[in-house]
């Protein structure tokens, strides 16, 4: 199994910075594809970013051009650097971790708890 740990939300205003990081442990040998997703209130989860063990990424178009998704292989650990942030920004970011972007992009594999971004107008 694997556990994700998330940090780095919180509240900001538009057109402000945020980095979201997710650690994780346990089975991470079997982990081939991480990244993050959101929720916002009343919304279905969406896919916001993934990275794959080959360095690959992809972002929704929603965010192209202000978040960039990272890792550190040593601190088994992902990032979401998120810049020029909006309202409509303002959700739920959860990490997910998979054995494959096949996985990731069917949302099964393990889950963070979650952590809260707010972006004020």
């Keep these: 199994q694997v556990q994700l740990v998330e940090s780095g939300g919180g509240l900001v205003q538009a057109g402000g910075s945020l980095r979201l990081s997710c650690a994780a442990s346990g089975s991470i040998f079997s982990i081939n594809a991480m990244g993050w997703y959101r929720q916002a209130p009343g919304k279905q989860r969406e896919l916001v970013a993934v990275i794959t ?3 690959s990424t992809n972002y929704a178009d929603s965010v192209k051009g202000r978040f960039t998704i990272s890792r550190d292989n040593a601190k088994n ?3 979401l650097q ?3 942030l909006k309202p409509e920004d303002t959700a739920v970011y959860y990490c997910n971790a998979a054995s494959g972007v096949v996985s990731f992009y069917s949302q099964r594999g393990s889950w963070g708890q979650g952590t ?3 972006v004020s107008s």
């Design 53 to 55: 063990s080959g360095g």
């Design 116 to 118: 809260q971004v707010t």
């Design 82 to 84: 998120m810049n020029s």
């Design 77 to 79: 650990t992902v990032y």
